[in-house]
């Protein structure tokens, strides 16, 4: 069985809230752990990313099953690719808020990776989505002011 990652980015629905996000952390956790689905999910100005990682028909059933869910709309997928070695292999599943972060340090990332101040990740191709989801993880784990560790 190959391992694969995907990317793909998403519109949070206006109404989503903290418990939600909870929420979603929670039931991740659960799954990827049985699933062994590692990765990352960044969520700032009403957008979300994640990357999903884990043999191929856990991250297909998993992604079909996301993309179903109603607090968020518009899924794009970014890329689909396989892999040999897991880049998130410490996370079953990992929300960041960009907000808790250093707001300079998330724009410096942002710009180098999009070439744009603004996070809108359905504008990154599968490099620089791959690239800032990388750097993100690192920035997260050097940070020691998160606001919310969710
Ligand atoms: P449970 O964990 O038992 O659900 C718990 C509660 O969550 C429900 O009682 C309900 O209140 C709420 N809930 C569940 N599904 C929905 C829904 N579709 N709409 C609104 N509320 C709901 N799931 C993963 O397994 N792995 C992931 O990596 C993952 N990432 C996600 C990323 C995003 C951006 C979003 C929006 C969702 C993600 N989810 C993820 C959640 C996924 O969409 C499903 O909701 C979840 O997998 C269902 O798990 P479960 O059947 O065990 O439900």
């Avoid at 049985?34 to 991250?59: N, P, R, S, W």
């Amino acid at each position: 069985m190959n391992l694969y990652r995907l990317i793909y980015s998403s519109h949070a629905n206006p109404d989503l809230g903290l418990a939600d996000l909870k929420n979603i952390m929670e039931s991740s956790i659960k799954n990827n752990q049985t699933d062994g689905i590692t990765g990352l999910l960044c969520h700032a100005d009403g957008m979300f990313l994640q990357v999903l990682e884990g043999y191929q028909d856990k991250v297909n059933q998993t992604y079909h099953r996301i993309v179903q869910d109603s607090r968020h709309h518009t899924p794009m997928l970014i890329s689909c690719e396989p892999i040999t070695t897991r880049a998130f292999e410490i996370w079953s599943m990992q929300a960041i808020r960009l907000t808790d972060l250093n707001k300079e340090q998330v724009k410096t990332l942002t710009l180098r990776h999009s070439g744009s101040a603004i996070f809108q990740p359905n504008r990154m191709n599968p490099r620089q989505a791959l690239a800032f989801m990388k750097d993100i993880g690192i920035l997260f784990q050097v940070s020691d002011d998160i606001i919310l560790d969710l």
